[in-house]
C-alpha cells in the first residue's frame, strides 16, 4: 500500500467508524453489529500501526485511553460555572414564574428537562476538535480533565457538519449508566473488592482517576444540556441543543419526552409529575428537573443573581421514604472478614421495587440512630443502590425494648471481631478457618479474570467445601476423577471437565496466578506490574519493603499487604504446594525475551511530537525496557525525551532542575 493509499484508507474507515459511533453512542440505535464494528476498528488500528504519521489525535481508536495524568491542572472557566436555586414544591415554582414577571414583560415559553444526578463538565471545542473538559470545581476553577473525558465514546472528539462556531463551550453531565454501574458492581464483588455505594460519587472519582485506560473502560455516559460561547447563532435554548444535537453531541430530545417546552404551570407539573414517577425506568438516575426560560434574549433581560441564573430553577424530587418494620437484624461476614450488618425488614413496596433489606453499615451507625429490632423505622432510597434506614419511629417502639448489642464474634466462625483503629467496621480475623473467606478466596481464584477455570463454579466450589473435598485452593489440584464422579449430579462429563480444567489452568500466566493469591489490594494490574518487576514468586517473596515500593504505581498500602502475606507461613507453604502443582510461578521464556532493564531504574517523561514514534508507542518502549514514565518533570526525571514543539514551561523547567534531553534518536540506541 502506498502512503497515500493508506492515509485515504485511514481517513474513510475513521469517517465510517465515527458515524457509528454516533449512531451506537449518541442515538442508541447502532446500524451494524458489534462485531462489524470491532473487526473495522482493527483495521484501522492496524493501518494506524503501520502508518503512524497518519494517526489523528481524535481518531476512533483513541477512546481506549492510555494517556496518564499525574496532576491535573487547575484552569479558570471562561464562563463561571454556576448553580440552580432548588424548590420542592407547586408554590416554589409559582414564585418562581411570579419573581420573572416582576423583570419581564413577555408571554413566557419554558423549557421542561430531566436534571441528571452526575459530575458538572465544561467542555470547550475549537475548530470542531474537543479542546478541553474542565470540572466544576469551586465553580471559577476547574480541573483539566481532558484525558479522561477523551475516552467517554458520548462525547465527540470532532463534530460533525460545519456550522458550528469556531469556539465554543458546551456543559453537561457525566454519570453511570445503572447496567454499567451494576456490572461494576458485580466486577468488584467477583474479585472481592468493596463494593461502590454510590453511582455520582464513583463517577466522580473515576473521572479523577490517573490513567485514563482505566476510565476507558468504565464506560462512563454524558447528556449535554448548555452552549456557551460569544455571539451563538442561536435565539432559544431548545433551539442551542437542537445544533448542539446535530453536532454529534448527545442532548435531550423531545421525542424521548426528557425535554419538553410549558407554557404554563401545569404543563410544568404534567412533566414533573410523569417523571417523578417514570424515572425508575430510566437506565441513568435523575434527582429532579430543569425548568428554564427558553428565550435567549428574555433570559439576558431576567439576567443572574451572583450565585445562579434567574431564569432557571431545579426542581428536586423528594427521596421517596416508607415507613415499615424492622424484623431481625443479621451480619454478613464477606471474602475479606468485613462485617456488615443488615436490616431484614418487613417486605415494602419503595421507590418501584420491593425492599426486604436494607444495609446499616456498621456498629456506629446502629448507635447513632439507635436502630432495634422490632422498631418501625423509616426507609429511602437516594442514589444508593441498597436502600438505607435514616430514621426511627420512637413514638412506636415497644416499652420493653433494649438498645442493639453488636455482635462481638463472628456468626460463621466463632472467632471474636477485631475493629482497627480508625476504621468502622468490624473484621473476623480468621483469615483461613473461617467458611465464608475460605470460600471467597477459592472463588476469587476461579473467577473468570483469575485462573478462569472450566467447568468450575461458584457453586461447585460451594459443593466440594461442604463435601470437605477442598479446604484451600491447592486442594483443587489434587482433587480425583473418582473422588467428583462419587458426587451426587456429577455425570462422568462434569467430573471430566473439572479435571481437564485444572489441568489446563497450569498454563495460565504467571501475573494471572498472582492475581488469584487473593493478596489484599493485589489486583490484576498491580499484580502485571510486580510480575514484570520480580519475575518469579522467589524474588517477590523475599522483598523488602523498599523494593517493592520502588515498584511503579506500589504504594505503602500494597507493599504492606505483600509483606504480611508472605509472612504467614501457611501462605508460603500454600504457595509451594501450587508450585509442586505445576502452575506458573515465573514469567515464562517469552515474555521474558520480550523485556528488557536496560531502562530499569531511569524515569522518563515524553514530550513533543515525534517521526519515529507515536508517543504512545514510545511511553511502550520506555515500560517494556523496564523503565518509568511519568507526566511531569521532577527531580525525580532521568531523561526528557523531547521531539519538535515541546511546550516552553517544560523545557524551562528541564534547564532549572538539570534534567537531560535527549531525542528520540538517542532514546533508540539507548534501548538498541
Ligand atoms: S442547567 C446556568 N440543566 O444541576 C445553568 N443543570 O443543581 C446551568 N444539572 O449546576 C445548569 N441536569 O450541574 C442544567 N438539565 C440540566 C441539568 C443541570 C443536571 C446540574 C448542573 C447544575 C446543577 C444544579
Same mark, same amino acid.
Given at each position: 500500500?502506498? &502512503?497515500?493509499?493508506?492515509?485515504?484508507?485511514?481517513?474513510?474507515?475513521?469517517?465510517?467508524?465515527?458515524?457509528?459511533?454516533?449512531?451506537? @453512542?449518541?442515538?442508541?440505535?447502532?446500524?451494524?453489529?458489534? !462485531?462489524?464494528?470491532?473487526?473495522?476498528?482493527?483495521?484501522?488500528?492496524?493501518?494506524?500501526?503501520?502508518?503512524?504519521?497518519?494517526?489523528?489525535?481524535?481518531?476512533?481508536?483513541?477512546?481506549?485511553?492510555?494517556?496518564?495524568?499525574?496532576?491535573?491542572?487547575?484552569?479558570?472557566?471562561?464562563?463561571?460555572?454556576?448553580?440552580?436555586?432548588?424548590?420542592?414544591?407547586?408554590?416554589?415554582?409559582?414564585?418562581?414564574?411570579?419573581?420573572?414577571?416582576?423583570?419581564?414583560?413577555?408571554?413566557? +415559553?419554558? =423549557?421542561?428537562? /430531566?436534571?441528571?444526578?452526575?459530575?458538572?463538565?465544561?467542555?470547550?471545542?475549537?475548530?470542531?476538535?474537543?479542546?478541553?473538559?474542565?470540572?466544576?470545581?469551586?465553580?471559577?476553577?476547574?480541573?483539566?480533565?481532558?484525558?479522561?473525558?477523551?475516552?467517554?465514546?458520548?462525547?465527540?472528539?470532532?463534530?460533525?457538519?460545519?456550522?458550528?462556531?469556531?469556539?465554543?463551550?458546551?456543559?453537561?453531565?457525566?454519570?453511570?449508566?445503572?447496567?454499567?454501574?451494576?456490572?461494576?458492581?458485580? +466486577?468488584?464483588?467477583?474479585?472481592?473488592?468493596?463494593?461502590?455505594?454510590?453511582?455520582?460519587?464513583?463517577?466522580?472519582?473515576?473521572?479523577?482517576?490517573?490513567?485514563?485506560?482505566?476510565?476507558?473502560?468504565?464506560?462512563?455516559?454524558?447528556?449535554?444540556?448548555?452552549?456557551?460561547?460569544?455571539?451563538?447563532?442561536?435565539?432559544?435554548?431548545?433551539?442551542?441543543?437542537?445544533?448542539?444535537?446535530?453536532?454529534?453531541?448527545?442532548?435531550?430530545?423531545?421525542?424521548?419526552?426528557?425535554?419538553?417546552?410549558?407554557?404554563?404551570?401545569?404543563?410544568?407539573?404534567?412533566?414533573?409529575?410523569?417523571?417523578?414517577?417514570?424515572?425508575?425506568?430510566?437506565?441513568?438516575?435523575?434527582?429532579?428537573?430543569?425548568?428554564?426560560?427558553?428565550?435567549?434574549?428574555?433570559?439576558?433581560?431576567?439576567?443572574?443573581?451572583?450565585?445562579?441564573?434567574?431564569?432557571?430553577?431545579?426542581?428536586?424530587?423528594?427521596?421517596?421514604?416508607?415507613?415499615?418494620?424492622?424484623?431481625?437484624?443479621?451480619?454478613?461476614?464477606?471474602?475479606?472478614?468485613?462485617?456488615?450488618?443488615?436490616?431484614?425488614?418487613?417486605? =415494602?413496596?419503595?421507590?418501584?421495587?420491593?425492599?426486604?433489606?436494607?444495609?446499616?453499615?456498621?456498629?456506629?451507625?446502629?448507635?447513632?440512630?439507635?436502630?432495634?429490632? $422490632?422498631?418501625?423505622?423509616?426507609?429511602?432510597?437516594?442514589?444508593?443502590?441498597?436502600?438505607?434506614?435514616?430514621?426511627?419511629?420512637?413514638?412506636?417502639?415497644?416499652?420493653?425494648?433494649?438498645?442493639?448489642? @453488636?455482635?462481638?464474634?463472628?456468626?460463621?466462625? $466463632?472467632?471474636?471481631?477485631?475493629?482497627?483503629?480508625?476504621?468502622?467496621?468490624?473484621?473476623?480475623?480468621?483469615?483461613?478457618?473461617?467458611?465464608?473467606?475460605?470460600?471467597?478466596?477459592?472463588?476469587?481464584?476461579?473467577?473468570?479474570?483469575?485462573?478462569?477455570?472450566?467447568?468450575?463454579?461458584?457453586?461447585?466450589?460451594? /459443593?466440594? @467445601?461442604?463435601?470437605?473435598?477442598?479446604?484451600?485452593?491447592?486442594?483443587?489440584?489434587?482433587?480425583?476423577?473418582?473422588?467428583?464422579?462419587?458426587?451426587?449430579?456429577? &455425570?462422568?462429563? &462434569?467430573?471430566?471437565?473439572?479435571?481437564?480444567?485444572?489441568?489446563?489452568?497450569?498454563?495460565?500466566?504467571?501475573?494471572?496466578?498472582?492475581?488469584?493469591?487473593?493478596?489484599? @489490594?493485589?489486583?490484576?494490574?498491580?499484580?502485571? &506490574?510486580?510480575?514484570?518487576?520480580?519475575?518469579?514468586?522467589?524474588?517477590?517473596?523475599?522483598?523488602?519493603?523498599?523494593?517493592?515500593?520502588?515498584?511503579?504505581?506500589?504504594?505503602?498500602?500494597?507493599? +504492606?499487604?505483600?509483606?504480611?502475606?508472605?509472612?504467614?507461613?501457611?501462605?508460603?507453604?500454600?504457595?509451594?504446594?501450587?508450585?509442586?502443582?505445576?502452575?506458573?510461578?515465573?514469567?515464562?521464556?517469552?515474555?521474558?525475551?520480550?523485556?528488557?532493564?536496560?531502562?530499569?531504574?531511569?524515569?522518563?517523561?515524553?514530550?513533543?511530537?515525534?517521526?519515529?514514534?507515536?508517543?504512545?508507542?514510545?511511553?511502550?518502549?520506555?515500560?517494556?525496557?523496564?523503565?518509568?514514565?511519568?507526566?511531569?518533570?521532577?527531580?525525580?526525571?532521568? !531523561?526528557?525525551?523531547?521531539?519538535?514543539?515541546?511546550?516552553?514551561?517544560?523545557?524551562?523547567?528541564?534547564?532549572?532542575?538539570?534534567?537531560?534531553?535527549?531525542?528520540?534518536?538517542?532514546?533508540?540506541?539507548?534501548?538498541?
Amino acid at each position: 500500500m502506498t &502512503k497515500q493509499e493508506a492515509q485515504d484508507k485511514i481517513a474513510a474507515l475513521s469517517a465510517t467508524l465515527r458515524e457509528h459511533n454516533y449512531n451506537y @453512542y449518541v442515538l442508541s440505535a447502532p446500524t451494524i453489529s458489534d !462485531y462489524d464494528f470491532d473487526m473495522m476498528l482493527e483495521d484501522l488500528q492496524k493501518l494506524e500501526a503501520e502508518f503512524p504519521e497518519f494517526a489523528a489525535d481524535d481518531s476512533p481508536t483513541k477512546r481506549v485511553g492510555g494517556e496518564v495524568t499525574k496532576n491535573f491542572e487547575t484552569i479558570k472557566h471562561k464562563y463561571p460555572m454556576l448553580s440552580l436555586s432548588n424548590s420542592y414544591s407547586r408554590e416554589d415554582i409559582s414564585d418562581f414564574e411570579t419573581r420573572i414577571k416582576k423583570l419581564v414583560e413577555a408571554d413566557l +415559553e419554558y =423549557v421542561c428537562e /430531566l436534571k441528571y444526578d452526575g459530575v458538572a463538565i465544561g467542555i470547550t471545542y475549537r475548530n470542531g476538535k474537543l479542546f478541553r473538559a474542565l470540572t466544576r470545581g469551586d465553580g471559577v476553577q476547574g480541573d483539566d480533565i481532558t484525558a479522561n473525558v477523551r475516552t467517554i465514546r458520548s462525547i465527540p472528539l470532532s463534530l460533525k457538519g460545519s456550522d458550528y462556531p469556531e469556539e465554543f463551550e458546551i456543559r453537561g453531565e457525566i454519570f453511570f449508566p445503572r447496567d454499567v454501574f451494576k456490572r461494576l458492581n458485580e +466486577e468488584r464483588e467477583d474479585i472481592g473488592e468493596e463494593l461502590y455505594a454510590n453511582a455520582r460519587n464513583t463517577a466522580s472519582g473515576t473521572l479523577k482517576m490517573q490513567d485514563s485506560k482505566v476510565v476507558s473502560e468504565r464506560k462512563l455516559d454524558s447528556y449535554l444540556y448548555f452552549v456557551l460561547g460569544e455571539d451563538l447563532p442561536f435565539r432559544t435554548h431548545l433551539e442551542s441543543l437542537q445544533k448542539a444535537g446535530e453536532w454529534g453531541f448527545k442532548v435531550p430530545r423531545e421525542e424521548n419526552k426528557f425535554i419538553k417546552k410549558c407554557a404554563n404551570i401545569d404543563e410544568i407539573f404534567e412533566f414533573i409529575n410523569y417523571w417523578d414517577k417514570e424515572r425508575y425506568n430510566l437506565n441513568f438516575e435523575i434527582d429532579g428537573v430543569v425548568i428554564k426560560v427558553n428565550n435567549y434574549a428574555l433570559q439576558e433581560e431576567i439576567g443572574f443573581t451572583a450565585k445562579s441564573p434567574k431564569w432557571a430553577i431545579a426542581y428536586k424530587f423528594k427521596a421517596e421514604q416508607v415507613k415499615t418494620r424492622l424484623n431481625e437484624i443479621t451480619y454478613q461476614v464477606g471474602r475479606t472478614g468485613a462485617i456488615t450488618p443488615v436490616a431484614n425488614l418487613q417486605p =415494602v413496596l419503595l421507590a418501584g421495587t420491593t425492599v426486604k433489606r436494607a444495609s446499616l453499615h456498621n456498629a456506629d451507625q446502629i448507635a447513632k440512630l439507635d436502630i432495634r429490632e $422490632g422498631d418501625t423505622v423509616m426507609v429511602e432510597k437516594g442514589g444508593e443502590i441498597i436502600p438505607k434506614i435514616v430514621g426511627v419511629e420512637v413514638t412506636q417502639r415497644d416499652m420493653f425494648s433494649q438498645p442493639t448489642q @453488636y455482635i462481638t464474634h463472628c456468626p460463621e466462625c $466463632g472467632t471474636e471481631l477485631v475493629r482497627k483503629e480508625g476504621e468502622a467496621q468490624h473484621y473476623c480475623p480468621n483469615e483461613w478457618g473461617c467458611p465464608p473467606q475460605i470460600k471467597g478466596k477459592m472463588q476469587h481464584f476461579i473467577s473468570r479474570k483469575a485462573m478462569n477455570i472450566d467447568g468450575l463454579g461458584e457453586e461447585t466450589i460451594d /459443593l466440594l @467445601y461442604a463435601n470437605s473435598l477442598i479446604q484451600n485452593i491447592a486442594d483443587l489440584y489434587e482433587l480425583t476423577f473418582d473422588q467428583l464422579f462419587a458426587l451426587d449430579t456429577f &455425570k462422568e462429563k &462434569k467430573s471430566q471437565n473439572i479435571i481437564d480444567g485444572l489441568e489446563a489452568s497450569k498454563q495460565v500466566p504467571f501475573e494471572r496466578v498472582l492475581f488469584a493469591l487473593g493478596i489484599r @489490594y493485589v489486583g490484576e494490574t498491580v499484580a502485571k &506490574k510486580l510480575a514484570r518487576q520480580f519475575k518469579n514468586i522467589d524474588a517477590l517473596m523475599h522483598a523488602s519493603f523498599d523494593e517493592l515500593i520502588a515498584t511503579d504505581e506500589i504504594g505503602d498500602k500494597i507493599a +504492606e499487604s505483600i509483606l504480611a502475606f508472605f509472612s504467614v507461613e501457611s501462605n508460603v507453604e500454600l504457595v509451594n504446594r501450587l508450585r509442586g502443582n505445576g502452575l506458573q510461578f515465573a514469567l515464562s521464556e517469552e515474555q521474558l525475551a520480550n523485556s528488557s532493564t536496560k531502562l530499569e531504574g531511569l524515569t522518563f517523561v515524553v514530550s513533543g511530537v515525534f517521526s519515529l514514534f507515536s508517543r504512545d508507542e514510545l511511553k511502550h518502549l520506555i515500560e517494556q525496557n523496564g523503565g518509568k514514565v511519568s507526566s511531569s518533570i521532577s527531580k525525580k526525571t532521568s !531523561y526528557i525525551v523531547a521531539g519538535e514543539n515541546m511546550g516552553p514551561s517544560k523545557l524551562a523547567k528541564a534547564n532549572d532542575l538539570g534534567v537531560a534531553i535527549i531525542d528520540e534518536h538517542k532514546f533508540s540506541e539507548m534501548i538498541a
